[in-house]
């Protein structure tokens, strides 16, 4: 199925650090969202964008939404050991009435204390 | 907590059995979708249904089928199991609001097919 490129596939970095990864596609979306799942649990939403160049923050997040509405990108500032997890990216199409939900294959997050 | 529920929490079951998990979405919401998440696998769409209909299919086997009922809970059966059904089972439901839809997750039932 469709799916974005979503990189990197996996980070392993020190407590302290910033991390940003991002996703990409050849289509054009109009939501993009990121998710975070922890192991075991369901992916829980971080931050919803809505409009071509809006930059949002929730926390230590910030995500934006690429001009040309083909790529978002994901940065957490001063890691802590509970970033620990995947995050998804997934971008929304919409045809008339109908809205499909496009979803990238996970960035894998380690932090070492 | 994201309102949404499914149970069971964990499955262990045998080759060629059938099995039925269950998704209550949050309040209000019309949406239900069901994705499969196999070991270190990104989310695959299986299927969604809006307000006791299908909307849209992604993945599915033949051997996998769901429905809504009135009551919006949905219920997602996979029958004649395989090892290869082994996987994370979640449930998504979803309102959408001036063309925008944001999708809430389940915890997700863990099945375990030996």
């Known amino acids: 199925g469709q799916q974005l490129n979503q990189s990197p596939q996996s980070m392993f970095i020190q407590e302290g650090e910033d991390v940003s990864m991002n996703c990409t596609s050849s289509s054009i979306f109009n939501t993009w969202l990121w998710y975070k799942q922890d192991p075991g649990e369901g992916p829980v939403l971080l931050i919803a964008l809505y409009k071509a160049g809006e930059l949002t923050s929730n926390g230590r997040l910030t995500a934006q939404f690429g001009i040309t509405r083909k790529d978002s990108f994901l940065n957490i500032s001063a890691s802590i050991p509970s970033d620990v997890g995947i995050y998804f990216c997934a971008g929304q199409l919409r045809a008339g009435n109908n809205r499909k939900l496009i979803w990238g294959l996970g960035t894998s997050l380690a932090v070492n204390p | 907590d994201s309102g949404v529920t499914q149970t069971p929490k964990h499955l262990i079951t045998a080759t060629g059995q059938r099995v039925t998990l269950r998704c209550s979405p949050r309040s209000g919401d019309l949406s239900v979708y069901w994705y499969q998440q196999s070991l270190d696998q990104g989310l695959q769409f299986l299927i969604q249904y809006y307000n006791g209909e299908e909307r849209a299919k992604g993945n599915i086997l033949e051997r996998f089928s769901a429905q809504q009922f009135p009551d919006l809970h949905s219920e997602l059966n996979l029958s004649s199991l395989e090892l290869g059904d082994s996987a994370l089972y979640f449930c998504?439901?979803?309102?959408?609001?001036?063309?925008?839809?944001?999708?809430?997750f389940g915890p997700g039932t863990r099945l375990l097919v030996l």
């Open positions: 998504a439901s979803s309102v959408s609001s001036r063309g925008q839809e944001t999708q809430y």
